[in-house]
Structures are given as C-alpha cells and as structure tokens.
C-alpha cells in the first residue's frame, strides 16, 4: 500500500513551501515595507502575498539542463535570514537579484 505523499514541496534541497513560525518576519526583506495582516489570516501568508510584486516579471534566462520552463520559487529560509533575494529558480537554484 503506498503512503500519500506529502504536500509539502521540496525542490532539489530548497524549501518552497511558506512555513508558519515565530520567526517569519514582519517586515519585507526586499523593500523593508510591513504589510498588515488582518483577522484570520496568517502572517507568512500576508508576507508572500506581498512578495509577488517582488518576483522577477522575466524568467531565468541562465541554461537549464532541462526543457521543462523555469519557474521563480521562494525561499522562506532567506526571508527569515532577512536576504533580500527570496526569489531563486526551480531549474537552477540561481537567485534573483531583487531591484
Ligand atoms: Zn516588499
Ligand atoms: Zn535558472
């Protein structure tokens, strides 16, 4: 009988899934800015609804050794650090520069 999956993503090492923790910061590590929570919502959740207006509008141009189409993931792990460059590539691991 085979165990269901869990739905938690990990992607080469990296985590890509948003973790609920006292430590997720309030403040943006890209921009510095807190955005408010409101009732019932969860405070990483808030955090990585803000930091979609900080993900790269162009995808990886680096090569991949796949075909498959690069996707930008977060890096929860960074954001708690507080490095500004939370956005790295599913194909390759590279960070984007966050401008
Ligand atoms: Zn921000
Ligand atoms: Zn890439």
């Known amino acids: 009988m085979a165990r269901k999956r869990s739905l938690e993503q990990t992607h080469g090492g990296f985590h890509t899934g948003a973790v609920p923790s006292t430590s997720t910061p309030t403040a ?8 408010a929570v409101a009732k019932g919502e969860k ?6 609804a803000h930091l979609e207006q ?3 509008g162009t995808p990886c141009a680096r090569e991949h ?8 993931r977060l ?15 599913s ?9």
């Open 28 to 35: 943006c590590p890209a921009c510095g800015e807190t955005p």
């Open 43 to 48: 405070r990483h959740q808030v955090l990585e």
């Open 54 to 56: 900080h993900k790269p």
């Open 65 to 72: 050794r796949r075909d498959a189409a690069p996707a930008w």
């Open 75 to 89: 890096d929860f792990d960074a954001i708690v650090r507080g490095n500004p460059n939370i956005w790295f590539c």
């Open 91 to 99: 194909e390759c691991g590279f960070f984007a520069p966050v401008g």
